[in-house]
């Protein structure tokens, strides 16, 4: 705990009690966020795998002309995203009806079959793409359910950190599945090399399962459940302090009047019912297109474009060779790592979210904006060395991954799982996540086609994604509000959906529920 304070600077932190900082809420947060390593391992396998000869020749890669090569390319790494898309969106009702918990078990079993489809494919494209498009519907559903799981854990200081947990997994997993791949081109031969990273990214889903067994439900999930007394016990176990302690009760207490308002403002659950609730309320409005808007300027940084096609984009600046574009890949991976962890130790819940938004967009813009003009006025010719230009192009990928992972990586998962109110969290979060899903389906469609068509090298890439880098500074300006430290139940009081100065009774009064008072005590939402 001593520690904590000493690097997480919010009010929360000064005013919540110590023994809530305990080892059952990273238990639970590290188990579900293996969901994050599947996302990065399927993402950072499958660019490598389009480079090794040996995939190439059984999917019959080798004799096609640069475009028809792309469209390929592109249709194997999309098919992904487009079971991503419909397992988000699906993931909403499952994560309502039958829990967070279950839900992520079932997403990880549910990739680790289309991870056996994917190694057992041998040359079948209709198989292989099949097998993607099956993990992808538990990849994205599990990006839809673990944000949401984790934020609703998380004890309110450091729940951009935890929630930002996702991320480094994300990033950790796809740096480990760039070096699969390095190992695989150096160690393993044939189809062997291929067979090993594809069945790899099954590994991630294992741990998963395994930690959703321990794991407990979300006593914001039972509790919107009607099931006061589990809640009321989760909480406290996850909390590490005695049911009855008024920190744990101040919480229930909080969770009984953001419900029981919430109810009363359009009345109903069902899905009618809360489209209605999340679109005719101004508050709830506002949070559902901040949320979609941040995953969309995500995508659109070009961050999976690097991901997706990192050895291509390594040899378009003149490092040719397959070994060291690879080579060069894994040192991304590394890159992206290092800058997340220290981003979520350091930043994510002192500096903030939003001034961490503000300043990646100029300083990725920045990075993509030098790639761009060194490929258009300066570009490498093949077999010749490396010019001083182009290394620090090198770099400037580097530097771009590191700015992303001080913002727009865990930043965005952070807000769109915490800024909703309790009836909308999973139908909000769901729709996030399958937008982003629906631009990373975007993004890896239609790079490879950007990078043999608009100008040449693909300069113009760079151009693209650099200009919405830029771009995005003035929508986290004007529309993007802070909301580090400030519990889940206290987001009204910030976007506006009911006016926080009506009285308990207005609210919806817990004795009129049940009989029993609470202690109320708002430390630290000042």
């Known amino acids: 705990m001593s520690w904590l304070t000493k690097v997480v600077k919010n009010e929360a932190m000064k005013n919540d009690p110590p023994e809530i900082y305990n080892w059952r809420v990273y238990a639970l947060t590290f188990s579900a966020c293996f969901a994050g390593m599947l996302f990065g391992m399927d993402i950072g396998i499958i660019g490598g795998v389009l480079k090794l000869d040996s995939f190439r020749e059984v999917f019959g890669l080798v004799d096609l002309g640069p475009v028809p090569m792309a469209n390929l390319e592109a249709n194997i790494v999309s098919t992904l995203q487009a079971g991503c898309f419909a397992g988000a969106l ?111 990214q099954g590994v991630p889903a294992v741990f998963l399962a395994l930690g959703m ?112 574009g690879l080579f060069a890949t894994g040192i991304y991976g590394i890159v992206k790592m290092i800058t997340c962890a220290i981003f979520l130790l350091f930043v994510a819940d002192s500096l903030g979210r939003r001034k961490s938004l503000l300043w990646t967009s100029i300083a990725q813009g920045a990075s993509m904006f030098y790639i761009g003009f060194y490929v258009r006025f300066d570009p490498p010719v093949k077999g010749a060395e490396v010019p001083p230009a182009g290394y620090i192009a090198i770099v400037a990928i580097f530097l771009f991954a590191g700015f992303f992972q001080f913002g727009w990586g865990p930043v965005c998962w952070i807000y769109v799982s915490e800024i ?68 889940l139940e206290k987001m009204d009081d910030i976007f506006g959906v009911v006016d926080t100065k009506l009285s308990d009774t207005e609210r919806g009064s817990p004795s009129a529920m049940d009989g029993k008072s609470y202690p109320i005590a708002h430390a630290g939402n000042k």
Not at 128 to 148: E, H, K, Q, T, W
Not at 437 to 459: D, I, S
């Open 90 to 200: 699906a993931a909403s009702w499952f994560a309502d009806e039958y829990g967070r918990r279950a839900t992520l078990a079932g997403c990880a079993i549910t990739a680790i079959v289309g991870t056996i489809m994917q190694a057992a494919s041998s040359g079948n494209l209709s198989a292989m793409y099949a097998g993607r498009f099956i993990s992808g519907v538990g990849v994205g559903a599990a990006s839809m359910v673990n944000p949401l799981y984790t934020s609703e854990n998380a004890p309110r200081a450091i729940r951009g950190a935890l929630t930002g947990l996702y991320q480094l997994f994300i990033v950790t997993g796809a740096c480990l599945a760039f070096w699969i791949n390095y190992g695989n081109l150096l160690h393993a031969t044939g189809n062997t090399q291929w067979i090993i990273s594809l069945t790899m």
């Open 213 to 324: 067994f321990i794991s407990n439900e979300s006593p914001r999930w039972l509790a919107k459940s009607d099931r006061w007394e589990e809640a009321q016990a989760t909480l406290g176990r996850v909390r590490h302090l005695p049911a009855d302690h008024q920190y744990v009760q101040t919480e229930l207490q909080e969770m009984r009047e953001q419900l029981e308002f919430e109810r009363r403002l359009v009345g109903g659950s069902g899905f009618w019912d809360l489209q209605r609730e999340m679109w005719t309320i101004p508050g709830n409005r506002n949070r559902a297109l901040i949320s979609l808007g941040l995953m969309v300027c995500q995508q659109m940084t070009g961050t999976n474009a690097i991901n997706y096609y990192a050895p291509q984009i390594f040899a378009n600046l003149g490092l040719s060779k397959t070994e060291t």
């Open 420 to 487: 909703p109110t309790a009836r909308l969290r999973a139908t909000n979060v769901a729709l996030a996540a399958a937008t982003q899903w629906l631009f990373n389906f975007v993004v890896a469609r239609a790079t490879p086609n950007m990078m043999a068509t608009v100008g040449k090298g693909g300069y113009g890439t760079y151009f693209i994604y650099g200009s919405f880098c830029f771009s995005m500074f003035f929508f986290v300006w004007f529309f993007v509000p802070e909301t580090k430290g400030v519990s």
